[in-house]
């Protein structure tokens, strides 16, 4: 049984970080693209951050400089660590997995969530 378990999520102060975790198991996952989507209340849930088999990171534009995304192959994990957080950044976050990493359509395999809230 394929699972992706989030860690890490929790309430910080603007300006404030996180790391998030994801650990996988199930299969090998050394050649998808594992992500970091978040949605946010009454909104879709989008693009954050992904990386590749050959870990190279990929960033939307609102992230970039503030988050960093890194993978572990040999511990199945990869990780989102979160600096300066801003209240828009307050979504759940997925990790996920999948072979394109732009879309959701994109990825197989989903985590069930970590609540992220930053506060003013």
């Known amino acids: 049984q394929v699972q992706l378990v989030e860690s890490g999520g929790g309430l910080v102060q603007t300006g404030g970080y996180l790391r998030l975790s994801c650990a996988a198991s199930?299969?090998?996952?050394?050649?998808?693209?594992m992500g970091w989507l978040c949605q946010a209340p009454g909104k879709e849930r989008e693009f954050v951050a992904a990386i590749s088999w050959s870990d190279s990171p990929y960033y939307t534009d609102s992230v970039k400089g503030r988050f960093t995304i890194s993978r572990d192959n040999a511990k199945s994990a990869v990780y989102l660590q979160m600096n300066s957080l801003k209240p828009e950044d307050t979504a759940v976050y997925y990790c996920?997995?999948?072979?394109?990493?732009?879309?959701?359509?994109?990825?197989?395999?989903w985590g069930q969530g970590t609540q992220v809230t930053v506060s003013s």
């Open positions: 199930g299969r090998t996952f050394s050649s998808y693209y």
């Open positions: 996920a997995a999948g072979l394109l990493f732009r879309t959701n359509e994109g990825y197989d395999y």
